[in-house]
């Protein structure tokens, strides 16, 4: 053997071994810097009620009302409520207002008179990192010297919506207020995300923006549209937005255009819920809102109550498996036994999932318990049989009526979810019985019948209604349910309809699932928690699955609050590689200062930690 090879045998070999000395060095660091990260402090992460509120009773706004007793009223009553919370709260007056902490919680509520020097006072505040929930005519007035909406304008960058000064409830049009999902001052709660009732008897100031989209809106009863002012022209979904959020200099902000006594006579549960929100999204470096649907921000679930000429399911499911969408058959038992090879056929198509939409299509709700489990657990055994599996889990009741002991039959019957009549709610959200879950998806959808009732069977019409109606659901990041009957859509002189609603949906990748996806998605979601570890320099979140599956796709949205960018994103652990795909962002909007992260897979019971570079 020659010197040469000798040497470059050598060579060879003690280079593998510094290879992995320096592998084994890296191992170790990794792991002490993992645990070492674990045991820091954490800063800028701030509970709720560690924080003092300063409420504002403004002096000029008394001096100029005529009688100020329902101003300090309702100074006092939100006050009350605050302190009941749990908060620590110190009413002042605008001379006050240069003596507060940098990063103070200044509510500023009904403060329609303020003098040019208190308001120069308020905006030095905010902009040099205060944060402030103002609202409705917000220093319209310096004295008697009108000021209009400037100030507002100015904080915001909102504008006031052209031709509309003000609108007013009228007893042919009540507003309700919708949150939108993904804001920040809701955080996603299932049960708490839903339309409220909106008290209002004065004229409420509209405003509209081509950057920011608006937290809460004024929507219909059936949160299909945005409410329609007579005698102008239906508001878009930025012009019926109520309540906005964004920054100012350093500072945040919270603004909402209706008064103060519409914000009380809220539910107690969601003034408590709104609240505290907006005091995280105030206090904390960073404010999380995961998407509703695991790795979708939005979904449409589109069904047929399959009963009345039952064979024209053939019609609606070839159109599904035409044009690959994921739909719903939530069929009567009794048909399905008339119809066995239509009903085995359709549940053959990989777009199609079979429910159960009663044994007999007749009265369950306080029927005796032999026909109540006939028609749930009957049906379900009867076409679980027809189609050859064990998989219908969705259950639709007649007459939209369902009560405690259906819910504990379904369960028992192996149901997973349920959907209704109109619900309020914006998502699917889940209803505990015996230690078990039953999910109920809302109907947001106009029926059919209404669509060609009042629509005169204009089926141009009507789609275009389908379609607003899914815009404006998507828009408040919920569920759009559209539900058609066997008689009604899916007959042959109207299926038209549908074919070109499912062309819509196509043409713009609008996400699409069967029932038992969508529930099961809610489910994965509901068990997965956040818990965020800010330090200096950088902010770790930790996502805990609790879910006894892997989860894959796994997105949320991060508002950067209390910083001036996020710079990078990265895993708090990397192992030689392996998670270099774990990571994606998805989508990042400078204007409202957030980013949608995407996480590949997280195994189950299982905590995965990422790391944000920040610049304060």
Known sequence: MSSSIKESSLLGKGTGYFIKMVLTVLIIVSVIGAVFYQLLPTLGVVMPKEVTIYLLSSNDTKEFLKNPTYYDKNIGEFQKRLEKQGYKVKVITEDQIPSLPKNAVLFAMDATYLSSQHLKNLLDFLYKGGNLLFNFTFAYRDGQKWRGPKVITEITGLQPVKGIDAIKRTKDNYF???????????????????????????????????????????????????????????????????????KYGKGNWVYFTFPSYTMLELDKNYFTMFMDN???????????????????????????????????????????????INVTAFCVAKLAERYPELTREAAQLPEVEIGSHSYSHTKIMGEPMPKIIKEIAGSKKILDKIIGRNEVVGFRPPREEIDKTMYKELLKAGYLYVMEKTKPQLFPYPTEVDGKTLWTLPRHGTDDYIYLIELN?????????IIRETHFLHSLDALYTLSVHTHLLSYGTNISVIADYFKYLKEHHIPVLKGRDIAHRSELVRNISYKINAMKGQVEIAIINNNKEPVNNLTFRVYWNNLKDITSVMPAVITFGKEKNQITIVKRDNNQHFIDIRVKHIPADYKYSIVLGIEK
């Open 176 to 246: 309700f207020l919708a949150l939108r999902g993904m804001s920040p001052l809701l955080q996603l709660d299932f049960k708490k995300a839903k339309r409220m009732d909106f008290a209002l008897y004065d004229p409420l100031p509209l405003f509209t923006s081509k950057t920011l989209q608006p937290d809460g809106i004024i929507s219909t009863w059936e949160m299909t549209n945005t409410p329609y002012i007579k005698g102008h022209r239906p508001l878009s979904f930025n012009e019926a937005g109520v309540v906005w959020h964004g």
């Open 278 to 324: 907006i005091i995280t999204y105030f206090r904390n470096v960073i404010t999380i809102s995961p998407y509703p649907f695991l790795d979708y921000p939005n979904m449409v679930f589109v069904s047929e109550d399959t009963e009345y000429k039952y064979p024209n399911l053939a019609h609606f499911v070839a159109l599904a498996h035409q044009y690959e």
């Open 457 to 465: 069977w204009n089926k141009k019409e009507i789609l275009n209604q």
